[in-house]
């Protein structure tokens, strides 16, 4: 009888360990379920440079700003723009760290790498799977035929229909080059850049089947060399310029792809830790995210935060805005 009842209790409680290690069946997401609201509007809050390193008090002051962000703008969809760990020992429990205020509010969520999240010995591959697979997780390794972990879209669907309204490309801008003689950072590779232009010849051929324009925004981390030649020559709408921007030496030509194919109405991207500011050149937005995690440098001349990006459905438009601590420290 004893032996009975310790097998039943053993059954039992292993049950109960699967279910705790298990997500629930609501965290396996389709792409295709990114909706605009009632309203027609669709909220993405774009986090950069979170930069957890080691779970410290300062990797939980930026967990905890980011929940009180999440709180107050309650988003469709949050983008993590890269190094949003750095210079850690243990990927899996910093990135846990990273991730959890949106696991907690059983939010969407999609990431790209930057140059510093497979830094300490780390494989790059396999910090790219651990986010993937995460609860409410939308990132995809993209095709593993081409440089980089983490090229791939995902689409926005009309709040009355299942027509795809909105494309968001996320790209790996990647680290730093093999052959340092080629500069200090590494860039979107041409065959990442035929990717995309291959993926928006498909998606606006079914757009234009459908009777819509396809419209599109795009997210890596590192900025592309246009940045600095939209400052100078282009229309800067908003922020700030604290520092020289720090893009790769190297052109791989995707600005031009994307001035060509027309979709891309905005870019976003992070790195420069004390750029926030948006510009407007032939036709594109380059912008930068706001630094969000306080172990990455720039305290002193930005407060920590996210930008918030408000697409709407009936006027085809986005806007922009700067969320930010209420302290610096």
């Known amino acids: 009888m004893k032996k009975t009842l310790d097998l039943k209790l053993a059954v039992l409680f292993s049950l109960l360990a699967i279910s705790l290690n298990c997500p629930a069946s609501d965290t396996s997401l389709d792409q295709n379920e990114l909706k605009f609201s009632s309203k027609g509007k669709f909220k993405i809050v774009q986090f950069t ?19 009180e962000i999440l709180d ?8 993590f723009t890269g190094d949003n760990i750095a210079c850690t020992k243990d990927y899996k429990t910093t990135s846990d760290l990273c991730f959890q205020p949106v696991i907690d509010r059983k939010i969407k969520w999609a990431a790209i790498l930057g140059n510093h999240d497979h830094e300490d010995g780390h494989d790059r591959k396999a910090v790219m799977q651990y986010l993937c ?34 494309v968001l490309y996320l790209l790996d801008s990647n680290s730093y080059p093999a052959n340092r003689a080629n500069g200090k ?14 993926k928006s010849k498909q998606l606006s051929e079914e757009a234009k089947q459908a009777g819509r324009e396809l419209r599109a925004l795009a997210f890596f981390h590192i900025p592309l060399p246009e940045y600095a030649i939209a400052f100078e020559n282009g229309e800067v709408l908003s ?28 870019t976003f991207v992070g790195h420069d830790h004390v750029n926030d500011y948006e510009a407007e050149y032939m036709g594109i937005r380059l912008c930068f995210g706001r630094s969000t995690g306080y172990h990455a440098y720039g305290i002193e001349k930005l407060n920590k935060g996210a930008k918030v990006i408000t697409i709407d459905q009936k006027t085809g438009k986005f806007e922009t805005r700067i969320v930010e601590a209420t302290t610096k420290n």
């Open 185 to 198: 950072y590494d860039w979107v590779h041409i065959d990442q850049v035929q990717w995309y232009n291959n």
């Open 49 to 67: 440079d979170t930069h957890i390193e080691s779970c410290d008090d300062m990797d939980h002051q930026t967990a905890v700003l980011m929940g």
């Open 72 to 79: 107050k703008e309650k988003p469709d969809l949050v983008i």
């Open 239 to 266: 922020g700030h310029k604290f520092e020289k921007e720090c893009s790769p030496t190297l052109n791989s030509g995707l600005f031009t792809a994307m001035v060509e194919r027309g979709d891309v109405k905005a």
């Open 133 to 166: 697979d995460k609860p409410y997780s939308l990132a995809q390794m993209g095709p593993a035929d081409i440089n980089g972990y983490g090229n791939y879209y995902l689409q926005i669907t009309g709040n009355d229909s299942d027509k795809v309204q909105w």
